[in-house]
């Protein structure tokens, strides 16, 4: 969080702060709010801390942990492209060796612009164009001392502390329109029922507890909603479900919030229409008329708006323009959209949603996005057959006439929930989570509990439920901190039985 805050957080927002005429929706997630204000208040983790050590005052143990962890970026475009940083990851790189052999190479002086490098290679390229202070002091590049280096620190959590406010000035100018997503970030379809996943896998092997917790969703939206009021003053008129999960059941849950619009991805809209909307053997849209545009989802007589993302183009962005000059990546943009418009014939009501995750991709493109973003925006704010909108502003402009049946139960990845149930992991997991939470319900019934206590406790469980523990769960997808994120899953439930002065069972213990 605070390395993607001082680069892709802050750096979205310069962006769009340096082109005003351009405008766009940025969802932002309230765990990852709390997380931000924690930072500007004075919260530390354990790389900040090993980041803040005297370098002539540091273990051998603390050098290790500092080699085997402080070189987390891409090499190609966030390590090479900086000779200090370059030169120290071929000193740990050397022969190959473990953190415990490098370390004897490692001065005081390496390790100290260690911990400096492994925090300014995050810090967004605009900054260094805007203030003149970080760029002396990256200019600098080696040798940093102590105090330079507690000075780097403080500026770095002056620059987290910048984010939010800077989006509400955004929002307040007109700028951005502001979405929330449920408070922990977990997968609604499966928080009201986990059979929901059977829909687009009939064979999926489920937990033993095949319901939900309807009551624990709407605390998640409840929350989302009442935490965006706190920080922009205003209620958000659209939510970006986790991971553009969507269903049936989560339409009156939305619609009851006050909420006016979700998102999603265009494979559930293929799916919605028994494959009518699709795209063909090369990749063409079928129907685009019927993609580009906003539709009516209804429960009983509850509303939503939705639209649907165009998948390839938001894929283009995250995964393959950073292979491009940003100029010529913007402009095949820029020409897709164009070829859109011609296709739905110049209707006003066309609409083509570019979404994906606000920080993941820049790293990998050469200069952070820079290019990319400065040549996009500026194109598209200078086009006549292009315009720049806030859904919540289109909507409001060309509100849905047609009503989709019934939402297909999926996500924004392979239209379906196989990242997050089904897996035996997946499975244990939540099974896990259940026996706490009935653990927890029991305990409320006895009346033993201060109120206080009983929320700390519920917090607890509202924690577990995010869909990122499930995420490195399974076989999907692995990291080298698969370890750590299953032992914070556990030990959020082991808070539970703790707060409660009861002993967790062994189940909880990795």
Known sequence: VRLHATKDYLGMALHLEEVPEFCCTINLVPSLLAQLEAYALGATDTHLCYSSRPADGLESTDACYVLDNFFMANPDTMIRPHARYHELYM????????????????????????????????????LFERESDLAEFKAKGRHYTEDEK???????????????????????????ELTTSPYYHPILPLMIEKTAAREAMPEVNLPKYRGGYPDDAAVHVRRAIENHVRHFGERPRGMWPSEGSVSQAIIPLLAEAGLEWIATDEEILERSTNGKVGRDSRGHVRHPELLYRAW?????????????RDHSIS???????????????????????????EACRGNPATLVPVILDG???????????????RSLYQGVARSAAIRPVKAGQFLKEH?????????????????NFAIWVGHPED????????????FLVAEERSLRHEAAILEKAWTEIYIAQGSDWFWWYGDDHSSALDGLFDHLFRKHLRNVYTLLGCDPPGSLYN
């Open 91 to 126: 000193m740990r790189s050397a022969w190959n060796t473990s953190s415990r052999e490098a370390v004897a190479r490692f001065r005081p002086r390496d390790l100290r612009d260690l911990q400096v490098w492994s925090n300014l290679a995050w810090v967004h390229p605009l």
């Open 150 to 176: 507690q000075w780097f620190l403080a500026k770095q959590r002056e620059l987290v502390a910048r984010v939010i406010p800077l989006h509400r000035k955004l929002a307040e100018r007109g700028q951005i």
């Open 296 to 308: 009516k989802v209804r429960e009983s007589n509850h509303e939503l708006a939705i639209i649907f």
């Open 315 to 341: 894929d283009q962005v995250g995964f393959h323009y950073q292979r491009s000059p940003g100029p010529v990546a913007a402009a095949d943009f820029m020409g897709k959209l164009t070829a859109i418009g």
């Open 359 to 373: 920080e993941n991709c820049w790293e990998y493109y050469p200069d952070g996005g820079v290019s990319f973003l």
């Open 399 to 415: 509100p849905p006439v047609d009503t989709l049946g019934r939402p297909f139960a999926g996500s924004w990845i392979s239209h």
């Open 427 to 438: 499975n244990q997991a939540w099974d896990c989570l259940h026996e706490t939470r009935s």
